[in-house]
C-alpha cells in the first residue's frame, strides 16, 4: 500500500558523504545541513608508506566545488626514520605539484627548559616554486614517544578565478638530543588559477603510519 501521509515535525536523513538533509514543518517542508558544518569524507590509515595522496574521483575522495573549505587533520603521525613532513598541492592528480607561495614561523620549548624561541623560518618558505612545503621545522624523531599532529585549511580548490589559500598548524614533539615541543604555523597559497584536485602529505625520508582524516566544511 503506497503511503500517502506522513505527519511529522522533525525528520534527519543523513545519505552518502555525510550531506545531512532535514525535513520540518517549514512549508517547503525541507532544509539542509546548516552553514559551517563539517563533514566527514574519508579516513585513510597510513601504514609504513612514504606519501598519501588524497585525490578527487580516487578511493571516494571528493575535492572540487562541494564545499568552500577543506580540512585535513594528521592524528598521531610516527615516522621511520627521522625526518621532516610535507604537504603539496596538485591541479592533475599529482603528476606534477602546483607553486606555492608562503610564509613559516616556529615556536619551540625544549622540556628542561634550557631554551624557548619564536622564530621565523626562512629556510622552509616556498618562494613561487614547486617544492614540498614543510610543516615541521625541526626533524620528527622515530622514539615511541615522538609523533605529529596537524591541521591543513585549504580554501576554494574548485575556483579558476582565484589562488587557492591554505593555512597549517602543526604540533609535535621532536625528541633529539633534547626533546623539544614545536609548533609550526604555515599560510600561503597555491599560485595557480587553475582548480587544485588533490593534496599529498609525504616525508622527506623513510615511511610513516597514522590516521588523516578529510573533512568539507559547508558554505
Known amino acids: 500500500m503506497a503511503l500517502s501521509k506522513f505527519e511529522y515535525n522533525s525528520f534527519d536523513v543523513t545519505p552518502v558523504a555525510s550531506n545531512a538533509f532535514a525535513f520540518n514543518s517549514t512549508p517547503n517542508g525541507l532544509t539542509t545541513a546548516a552553514a559551517g558544518a563539517m563533514n566527514l569524507i574519508k579516513t585513510t590509515t597510513a601504514s609504513g608508506v612514504a606519501n598519501v595522496d588524497l585525490t578527487h574521483g580516487s578511493n571516494d575522495v571528493v575535492l572540487d566545488g562541494t564545499y568552500d573549505t577543506y580540512l585535513f587533520k594528521l592524528i598521531n603521525i610516527h615516522v621511520s626514520a627521522q625526518c621532516e613532513f610535507a604537504v603539496n598541492f596538485s591541479t592533475d592528480g599529482q603528476s606534477s605539484a602546483a607553486s606555492k607561495q608562503t610564509t613559516t614561523f616556529n615556536c619551540y620549548h625544549q622540556e628542561n627548559g634550557a631554551s624557548t624561541e619564536f622564530e621565523y623560518v626562512a629556510a622552509d ?69 587553475s582548480a587544485v584536485n588533490s593534496v599529498r602529505f609525504l616525508t622527506s625520508t623513510g615511511n610513516f603510519d597514522g590516521t588523516i582524516k578529510m573533512y568539507g566544511i559547508t558554505k
Not at 615522538?146 to 614533539?173: D, I, N, R, W
Request: glycine letters at 8%; aromatic letters at 14%; charged letters at 10%.
Open 125 to 193: 618558505d616556498r618562494a613561487n616554486n614547486v617544492g614540498d612545503q614543510q610543516i615541521t621545522a625541526i626533524d620528527i624523531g622515530t622514539q615511541n614517544d615522538s609523533g605529529l599532529c596537524a591541521e591543513v585549511f585549504l580554501f576554494s580548490p574548485a575556483s579558476t578565478t582565484f589562488m587557492k589559500h591554505f593555512v597549517v598548524k602543526s604540533q609535535y614533539f621532536s625528541h633529539q638530543s633534547t626533546p623539544y615541543s614545536n609548533n609550526v604555523f604555515v599560510g600561503g597559497y597555491v599560485n595557480t588559477t
